[in-house]
């Protein structure tokens, strides 16, 4: 069974960075699309960014500047590192992982951005 744990949430102040760890363990193969996904109170889970099959990547409009999203295959390991923090982005952030056709996630790491 795939698991995937996040880590690195927190508090943080405006324009303050943080990096975001997914640690995957199970069978995980090469072809697959891993990315990170957020969710605000009383709004729905909307995609961050993501890595795709050929390597590519994806960032979502709100994000493009400001986050960038890595990956450790050796070591099972997705990023997202975070800059420029704004209350905005302030959600519980979630790992993905898709491959063969079954999606996978993490519980979610909390990110507060506030003075």
């Known amino acids: 069974q795939v698991q995937l744990v996040e880590s690195g949430g927190g508090l943080v102040q405006p324009g303050g960075s943080l990096r975001l760890s997914c640690a995957a363990s199970?069978?995980?193969?090469?072809?697959?699309?891993r990315g990170w996904y957020r969710q605000a109170p009383g709004k729905e889970r909307v995609l961050v960014a993501y890595?795709?099959?050929?390597?590519?990547?994806y960032y979502a409009d709100s994000v493009k500047g400001r986050f960038t999203i890595s990956s450790d295959n050796v070591k099972k390991m997705l990023y997202l590192q975070m800059n420029s923090l704004a209350p905005e982005d302030t959600a519980t952030y979630y790992c993905?992982?898709?491959?063969?056709?079954?999606?996978?996630w993490g519980q979610g790491t909390q990110v507060t951005v506030s003075s």
């Open positions: 993905n992982l898709l491959q063969r056709g079954t999606t996978y």
């Open positions: 199970g069978s995980i193969f090469s072809i697959n699309t």
């Open positions: 890595i795709g099959v050929a390597g590519n990547t």
